[in-house]
């Protein structure tokens, strides 16, 4: 019954920016450590950006400077602004809900591609 939602890929050229958007129900989202990770055919999922609680991020080295992650607790959603994007960013991003406690839950949403190309 928990659903994360995310929305906002598609195509785009190189050095073009886009922004995604993950819309979370059914959990008590400010108790929750958010984030974006990735996955091409052949690879690990890897992780792209967390938001803790409290707000502090971490990113993968490879998105350093050029992404950015934030969080809505009102509203129950987070974003990821990805800016001076690569061909090598082309990936199914995916949304990740984690509780980080003694009884941890974590929910993953469905997916949404993004794809950079001329």
């Known amino acids: 019954q928990v659903h994360l939602v995310e ?14 958007s993950c819309a979370a129900s ?3 989202f400010r108790r929750y450590v958010m984030g974006w990770y ?6 690990e999922r890897e992780m ?3 938001i803790s609680t409290g707000n502090s991020t971490n990113y993968a080295d490879s998105v350093k400077g050029r992404f ?6 009102d509203k ?3 974003y990821l602004q990805m800016n001076s994007l690569k061909p090598e960013d082309t990936a199914v991003y995916f949304c990740n809900a984690d509780s980080k406690g ?4 974590v929910f993953w949403g469905q997916g949404t591609q993004v ?4």
């Not at 990735?38 to 690879?43: A, D, E, F, I, S």
């Not at 950015?68 to 607790?73: A, E, G, S």
């Not at 003694?102 to 839950?105: A, E, H, K």
């Open 7 to 20: 929305s906002g890929g598609g195509l785009v050229q190189p050095g073009g920016s886009l922004r995604l």
């Open 48 to 50: 792209v950006a967390t």
């Open 76 to 78: 129950d959603i987070v």
């Open 68 to 73: 950015t992650v934030t969080r809505d607790n």
């Open 26 to 28: 059914q959990i008590t």
């Open 115 to 118: 794809t950079v190309s001329p």
């Open 102 to 105: 003694l009884f941890t839950r």
């Open 38 to 43: 990735r996955q091409v055919p052949g690879k």
